[in-house]
Nanobody, 124 residues
Framework: QVQLVESGGGTVQAGGSLRLSCAAS????????MGWFRQAPGKEREFVAA????????YYADSVKGRFTISRDNAKNTVYLQMNSLNAEDTAVYYC?????????????????WGQGTQVTVSS
């Protein structure tokens, strides 16, 4: 089992930036991929970004491509999501997720481990 704890959320004005962190513990390994998903009130949880253990495979949702950057520090068992040029559509609870393997990283159904979520609010 993998335990995940997100941090770094908050309120920011449109055009601003935030960096989310997700600390992983438990049975992490070289096969552990990490992903970020978000869910706004009344909406389905959607894919944001994902990264394989080595960082060799990275995916972004079209809505955040060019604005968000996912990275990880395996020595610290931590994955980051740098969010720039934030707008109101980015307002959501952001969840960190983990799974074993490196295939189909965009599908939330493939992630068995989830953090508690951190709120990101973009004011406009």
């Amino acid at each position: 089992q993998v335990q995940l704890v997100e941090s770094g959320g908050g309120t920011v004005q449109a055009g601003g930036s935030l960096r989310l962190s997700c600390a992983a513990s438990g049975r992490t390994s070289s096969t552990t991929a990490m992903g970020w998903f978000r869910q706004a009130p009344g909406k389905e949880r959607e894919f944001v970004a994902a990264c394989s253990w080595s960082g060799g495979t990275i995916y972004y949702a079209d809505s955040v491509k060019g604005r968000f950057t996912i990275s990880r520090d395996n020595a610290k068992n931590t994955v980051y999501l740098q969010m720039n040029s934030l707008n109101a559509e980015d307002t959501a609870v952001y969840y960190c997720a983990a799974r074993y393997g490196s295939m189909r990283l965009r599908e939330r159904e493939n992630y068995p481990y989830w953090g508690q979520g951190t709120q990101v609010t973009v004011s406009s």
